[in-house]
Structures are given as C-alpha cells and as structure tokens.
C-alpha cells in the first residue's frame, strides 16, 4: 500500500523558515512528479509546487515563488519543501501529492493519485 506522510509543520513566526518533508512508503516513487498543496478551513485545496520525475524540473504557483523551494532525494524516497520568509497568508495544512508513473502533471489536483495525510503550518504575524 503506497503511503506519503507529511513532516516537519508548526508554528513560526511572520518572516522565519519551516521544512517539510514528505516520506514515501509502499513503493518507489522516483519516477513520480511530486507536488504539494495547501489548504485553509473553507477553501479549495490549491496548488503550491511540483517537481519532475525526469529531470527535476520545479514549477511554482505566484504566491510562493522566490520563497519556497521543491527539491526531492530519490534515494530517501523523499520530497522537500523548504518555506523562507514565511507570511501569515501561508498558514494552511500542507499535502504532499504523488502523480501517475511516468506522467506529466500540472497544477489541477486531478492530476495526482497518490496523497498524504498533511501537516498544519501555521504564521503568526
């Protein structure tokens, strides 16, 4: 059974830093693009970042770009998400997200299988 389960949320201060990481279980997920979303009470699950299975190419939405950082360790079967100045607007509950093998995803939740459980980061201001 393929698992992804989120680690490293919590609360931090406007302008600090947090890591997540995203653990793969159940199979190898190196030739998966990898994403991860977030989500608040009452809103769409929206997309965050993603990263290739084929070249590790990283494509990020507007309002996180120049902040965050995709990176992923196959080895680990592990996927990152590193947040830098962090803004109270990224308080959510963050989901790691696995796409088809082999596959091309883009941003839509439709395009990935796999889900973990999430992780609540939380920015106070």
């Known amino acids: 059974q393929a698992q992804l389960v989120e680690s490293g949320g919590g609360l931090v201060q406007a302008g600090g830093s947090l890591r997540l990481a995203c653990a793969a279980s159940g199979r190898t997920f190196s030739n998966s693009a990898m994403g991860w979303f977030r989500q608040t009470p009452g809103k769409e699950r929206q997309f965050v970042a993603r990263?290739?299975?084929?070249?590790?190419?990283?494509y990020y939405a507007d309002s996180v770009k120049g902040r965050f950082t995709i990176s992923r360790d196959n080895a680990k079967n592990t996927v990152y998400l590193q947040m830098n100045s962090l803004k109270p607007d990224d308080t959510a509950v963050y989901y790691c997200a696995a796409g088809p093998f082999r596959a091309a995803v883009g941003t839509s939740r439709s395009d990935y299988l796999y889900w973990g459980q999430g992780t609540q980061v939380t920015v106070s201001s």
């Open positions: 990263i290739s299975w084929r070249d590790g190419y990283t």
